[in-house]
């Protein structure tokens, strides 16, 4: 399935979202930025050495990820919060074959994490700017929904209308009918169909 992408801003950082099947990945290095523009991969960083980073991202992979490795798992877990322990996302993701972050280069390039775990990284950054993130989070899906309900009903009003002026055109048109008489017969069957389709909210 294509990936969308999307952009929200939160307290006036833009914040990059990717969706790839059914899951929304958001840019964890916009949300660091937030905390600081310059320092964005050592914040990161910082956050992925911690021990309840690592126990939660484990945790997280082992409901969401069936080819996830419990054992380099383990590792870091007993590593973690020792002062010479360093880890990076791609470490992290090349070790374990995890699936909550994923590095991307180029022009949209950063490190992405799967909203749950987006989340708590947020929340790591700034509690205030994680409850801002998920507002704005939602007010994109929220839309999103809205112009799916919209293509929805814009593809079925057109599989109807090809549906009913089949019909009348096997049914209920004449062969001797003339153009002008014909066409009165595919508006007025319309009418009625729009009708019904109003009453039905399709």
């Given at each position: 399935m294509a990936k969308k992408q999307?952009?929200?801003?939160?307290?006036?950082?833009?914040?990059?979202?990717?969706?790839?099947k059914e899951d929304?990945?958001?840019?964890?290095?916009?949300?660091?930025?937030?905390?600081?523009?310059?320092?964005?991969?050592?914040?990161?960083?910082?956050w992925l050495r911690n021990r309840n980073t690592i126990e939660f991202m484990g945790i997280w992979e082992h409901l969401n990820n069936p080819g996830f490795k419990p054992v380099e798992f383990d590792g870091f877990k007993k590593l973690a919060?020792?002062?010479?322990?360093?880890?990076?996302?791609?470490?992290?993701?090349?070790?374990?074959?995890?699936?909550?972050?994923i590095s991307k280069s180029g022009r949209y390039g950063g490190t992405y994490a799967h909203k749950?775990?987006?989340?708590?990284?947020?929340?790591?950054?700034?509690?205030?700017?994680?409850?801002?993130?998920?507002?704005?989070?939602q007010r994109l899906k929220n839309?999103?929904?809205k112009q799916l309900g919209w293509d929805i009903k814009r593809n079925l009003a057109k599989i109807n209308y090809r549906i009913h002026t089949d019909a009348i055109k096997e049914n209920l048109t004449p062969e001797k009918l003339t153009k002008e008489q014909t066409n009165n017969v595919y508006a007025t069957e319309a009418d009625i169909l729009n009708s019904f389709c109003t009453e039905m909210k399709l």
């Open positions: 999307a952009k929200i801003n939160v307290k006036g950082k833009d914040i990059t979202i990717f969706s790839q929304d990945y958001i840019c964890i290095t916009d949300i660091a930025r937030y905390k600081s523009s310059d320092r964005t991969d050592d914040l990161i960083r910082n919060g020792l002062n010479s322990f360093t880890l990076t996302p791609k470490q992290w993701i090349e070790k374990t074959n995890a699936i909550g972050l749950d775990i987006a989340f708590e990284f947020a929340s790591w950054i700034s509690v205030e700017f994680k409850l801002y993130l998920i507002k704005e989070f839309e999103e929904q």
